[in-house]
């Protein structure tokens, strides 16, 4: 498959105590470390994009864990704005709360011209356009909210397929059909099944 490369910012590179010594996915699930985050930049690096990961916390990964990262052609960054930049879909695997809410008010005027703000599984596309709405009706009418739901764990054999969400069951519009179109193309280009859903079910589906 040949791939158009694009410019993708992914925000928060997953705990990986939570995945390796709590959850135990190692072991009740293969894969290998880094999980979450860090791994769909992988993912998206190794496809031929061009990936930023914004993570602040550098204790999350291991000094090996962010060399791997590295090695696979992800520009790691603690400036959200600089991530921002030129990227055409920012990927939020950000914690559950005010924290992503913060994030996406910062770079929502760094993203370029039709950019697209892609939720995975800690907020819904929908709530995360209300929160945004005063801006994305005013100032951003381009920007396009939709998801990027892997459904399991990246990393995890079971991470084969993202849920992305369209149009809405009550025909409302968050995102263009062609930025929905570009989040079809990103997961399919990292091997992956895409499935479209209305928005307002996407993390009700995938969870």
Known sequence: MKVKKMNIAVYGAGN????INQLQLPEK?????PYGGSRMAIDFARAGHDVYLAEPDKNILSNNQWKI???SGVTVTSDDSKAAQNTEIAVLFTPFGKKTFDIVKKILYQLPEEG???????????VLYYVLEKELRKDRKDI????LHPAAVPGTPQHGH??????SSNDMDIASKEQIQKCVELAKSCGKDAYVVPADVSSTVAD
Not at 29 to 33: E, L, V
């Open 16 to 19: 990986q105590d939570l995945y």
């Open 116 to 126: 697209i703000i892609a939720n995975t599984c800690t907020v819904s596309p929908l």
């Open 29 to 33: 699930y293969g894969g290998k470390p």
């Open 162 to 167: 993202y849920v992305i969400g369209g149009r």
């Open 144 to 147: 396009g909210i939709a998801s």
């Open 69 to 71: 990262v590295e090695d």
